[in-house]
C-alpha cells in the first residue's frame, strides 16, 4: 500500500514537471507557434494562387491536395482527437490563429471588450454559422473557400486581438468557432492545472505577473474546459500544478452545463453538423430537390435553377462542372436544419424526459430572499446534456475523417477497414455517455429503477442519431 502510494507520488510530481518544463520554455514555444504560423499561411495562401487540380493530381504532385489532405485529412480531425487526451494544448502550444490573435493584441490599441462580446451564445452562432457556410461554398474541396472560411477566421481573430486586450486571446475566448467544441472535449482530458486554495492564500514573496492569455481567473480556477494548458502559470505562488484526474471528474462534479452548451452539443454537434455531413450522400436530398425544380417549372420560375452565384456565397467552379444554382444553396440549408430538428430534436427529448423521471434539480449558488435554493427549469436537462459530449464529439470526429478517407481512397489506399473501426468508436462514445447519464442520474437518485429509466429515455432520443451515421457509413 505505501509502495503504490509513493508511486502515484511520483507519478504526479512527474506531470507537475511537465508543467514547469511548459513553462520554462516559453521561448521555444512560441518559435514553435511561428513555425506552425509559417506552414499554415503558405498551405492557405499558395494553392488558392494555383490553377484547380485536375482528375490526375496527388499528393505527391499537387500542392492544392497537399493542401487540402493537411487540413481536412490530418489537422482538423485529429485536433479534435487531441483535446480530449491532451486538453485544449492545441490551442496554448501550437494553434496559429491563437498565436496571430495574442500577438496583434501585444501590438495593438489594448480595448476594453464590449459587452456584446461577451454574450454567452457565440460559441454555438459562430461553430453553426461556420459549419453552414463550410457546406455552401464546399471548404473540402476548393482552396478559395478554404481561404475564406480559415483565412477569414484568421483576419477577424487578428483585427478582434489588434483591438480588445493586452497580450490577450480575446478571439479565442469570446468569438473563435471551434472554442465552444474544444471547451466541451476538453472536460473529459485527464490532466488539468489544479489550484491549491490554501496554498493560494498563504503569504509568499512577490512574485511576477503571469500573463493568463485566455484571460481565466486563476485563483478560482476549475477544471480543463477554458484553459489552454500553455505551462505559463505553472507553479505560480505554489499553488497550481499539471495534475492527473480521472477524465470523468469535471463532467460528474465540476461542469453544470448552460442553455448554450446543451444547444452547441445537442443542435450544433448532433444536429447541425450530422445535417452538414449526410446531405452531400443523401438520396433524399436529390429527391427533395427534384421535387422543387418540377414545382418551379411547372410554374416557370426559373431564376433559382441559376447558377450564376459568386463562390463566395455558393459553389462556383464552371471550369470542372461543380457550381451550385440557388436551388442547391436552399435545399442544402433545409436538410442541415431538418438534421437539426430531427436528430437534435429527438435527443433533447431524450434528455427532457429523463430530466422528468429524475427528481427536481436545483441551480447551485441561486437562492431566494428566504435562502432556500432555486430551481431553474432546464437545470437538469443541461447537467445531463454533459454527459452526451463523448457521443457528440465522436460524431464530428467520424464526419471530418470521412473526408480523410476519401483522400487515402483517391491515393489508392485501401479502407475495408473504416466501417468496423467507425461503428467500435461510435460504440465506446455511446457507452460512455451512456455511463456518464447512469453516474449524472445518480447524483440526484439512489433508486436503480428511476435512474435506469433515465438512461434509456436518453439512449431512446439517440436512436435518430445512430441511425443518421447507419445511413451515411452503410445504406447510402
Same mark, same amino acid.
Given at each position: ?338 438534421? &437539426? =430538428?430531427?436528430? !437534435?430534436?429527438?435527443? /433533447? +427529448?431524450?434528455? #427532457?424526459?429523463?430530466?422528468? $423521471? %429524475? ?97 434509456? &429515455? =436518453?439512449?431512446? !432520443?439517440?436512436?435518430? /442519431? +445512430?441511425?443518421? #451515421?447507419?445511413?451515411?457509413? $452503410? %445504406?447510402?
Amino acid at each position: 500500500m505505501i509502495r503504490s502510494s509513493a508511486r502515484g507520488q511520483g507519478f504526479r510530481a512527474g506531470v507537475a514537471r511537465v508543467g514547469d518544463f511548459l513553462r520554462d520554455h516559453q521561448r521555444a514555444i512560441q518559435r514553435m507557434q511561428w513555425s506552425i504560423v509559417g506552414v499554415y499561411l503558405a498551405l492557405l495562401i499558395i494553392p488558392a494562387a494555383l490553377p484547380l487540380p485536375d482528375r490526375t493530381a496527388s499528393v505527391f504532385n499537387n500542392l492544392t491536395v497537399v493542401a487540402q489532405f493537411a487540413f481536412w485529412g490530418i489537422w482538423w480531425p485529429f485536433v479534435l482527437v487531441s483535446i480530449p487526451l491532451l486538453g485544449r494544448a492545441w490551442c496554448g502550444l501550437f494553434c496559429p490563429e491563437g498565436a496571430l490573435t495574442e500577438w496583434a493584441s501585444r501590438h495593438g490599441r489594448g480595448g476594453a471588450i464590449p459587452r456584446w462580446m461577451r454574450w454567452g451564445g457565440w460559441p454555438f452562432v459562430a461553430f453553426s454559422l461556420t459549419t453552414i457556410y463550410g457546406q455552401l461554398v464546399s471548404v473540402y474541396q476548393y482552396p478559395w473557400a478554404v481561404a475564406a472560411v480559415l483565412g477569414g477566421s484568421t483576419i477577424a481573430a487578428m483585427i478582434v486581438g489588434w483591438l480588445y486586450g493586452r497580450n490577450k486571446r480575446v478571439w479565442c475566448k469570446y468569438l473563435c468557432p471551434v472554442s465552444g467544441v474544444f471547451n466541451l472535449l476538453a472536460k473529459l482530458a485527464p490532466w488539468y492545472y489544479r489550484v491549491d486554495a490554501q496554498a493560494w492564500r498563504a503569504p509568499v514573496r512577490r512574485t511576477e505577473t503571469i500573463n493568463c492569455a485566455p484571460l481565466l481567473p486563476l485563483r478560482n480556477m476549475q477544471g480543463a474546459a477554458e484553459c489552454h494548458m500553455c505551462g505559463r502559470c505553472s507553479d505560480y505562488r505554489g499553488a497550481i500544478a499539471l495534475s492527473p484526474r480521472s477524465p470523468e471528474a469535471e463532467i460528474i462534479h465540476v461542469a453544470e452545463g448552460s442553455g448554450w452548451q446543451t444547444m452547441l452539443i445537442v443542435f450544433g454537434l448532433m444536429g447541425i453538423a450530422v445535417g452538414a455531413f449526410l446531405w452531400s450522400a443523401s438520396p433524399w436530398f436529390v429527391t427533395i430537390k427534384q421535387t422543387i425544380a418540377t414545382w418551379l417549372v411547372n410554374h416557370d420560375v426559373y431564376w433559382p435553377l441559376a447558377d450564376n452565384a459568386p463562390w463566395f456565397i455558393l459553389t462556383h467552379y464552371p471550369e470542372v462542372n461543380d457550381s451550385f444554382s440557388w436551388l442547391d444553396g436552399v435545399v442544402i440549408l433545409m436538410f442541415i436544419f431538418g438534421a &437539426a =430538428v430531427v436528430v !437534435g430534436g429527438a435527443v /433533447f +427529448c431524450g434528455l #427532457w424526459l429523463a430530466d422528468r $423521471v %429524475l427528481p427536481a434539480a436545483q441551480r447551485p449558488g441561486v437562492r431566494d430572499a428566504a435562502g432556500l435554493l432555486l430551481r431553474s427549469p432546464l437545470a437538469g436537462v443541461h447537467k445531463l446534456a454533459q454527459g452526451l459530449i463523448p457521443a457528440a464529439g465522436v460524431g464530428v470526429f467520424l464526419g471530418l475523417s470521412a473526408t480523410t478517407l476519401t483522400l487515402l481512397q483517391h491515393e489508392g489506399v485501401p479502407t475495408g477497414w473504416a466501417n468496423p473501426l467507425r461503428f467500435t468508436l461510435l460504440t465506446l462514445a455511446l457507452a460512455w455517455s451512456l455511463r456518464f447519464e447512469w453516474r449524472l442520474a445518480g447524483l440526484r437518485t439512489v433508486q436503480p429503477l428511476r435512474r435506469a429509466a433515465a438512461v434509456l &429515455a =436518453v439512449a431512446a !432520443g439517440l436512436l435518430p /442519431f +445512430c441511425w443518421a #451515421w447507419m445511413l451515411f457509413f $452503410v %445504406l447510402w
